[in-house]
Nanobody, 123 residues
Framework: QVQLVESGGGLVQAGDSLRLSCAAS????????MGWFRQAPGKEREFVAA????????YYADSVKGRFTISRANAKNTVYLQMNSLKPEDTAVYYC????????????????WGQGTQVTVSS
């Protein structure tokens, strides 16, 4: 069992940066691929970024490529999402997720979800 708790969301202006964190409980954190998804009002939840269990492989949605960076610190049971050059269309609730593989995350086969953290980007 893994519990995920996100933090770091908030209200920022377009062009600003934010760093989201996801703290995981459980000894098996390092064995999971980790990812971030987001859901804007009235829209479906969408994939944002994923990182392999070792941190050696990452994958991004085209909409955030070059602006967002996912990383993890297995010793701290934490995964991060650094978001730069934020745009109003990045406004959403951001969810942390854990899956067995990177491919599972990309295809939204998720073992565990966090409760979400709100990110609002004003223009």
């Amino acid at each position: 069992q893994v519990q995920l708790v996100e933090s770091g969301g908030g209200l920022v202006q377009a062009g600003d940066s934010l760093r989201l964190s996801c703290a995981a409980s459980g000894r098996t954190f390092s064995s999971y691929a980790m990812g971030w998804f987001r859901q804007a009002p009235g829209k479906e939840r969408e994939f944002v970024a994923a990182i392999s269990w070792s941190g050696g492989s990452t994958y991004y949605a085209d909409s955030v490529k070059g602006r967002f960076t996912i990383s993890r610190a297995n010793a701290k049971n934490t995964v991060y999402l650094q978001m730069n050059s934020l745009k109003p269309e990045d406004t959403a609730v951001y969810y942390c997720a854990a899956s067995d593989t990177l491919k599972d995350l990309i295809t939204v086969v998720v073992n565990y979800w966090g409760q979400g953290t709100q990110v609002t980007v004003s223009s």
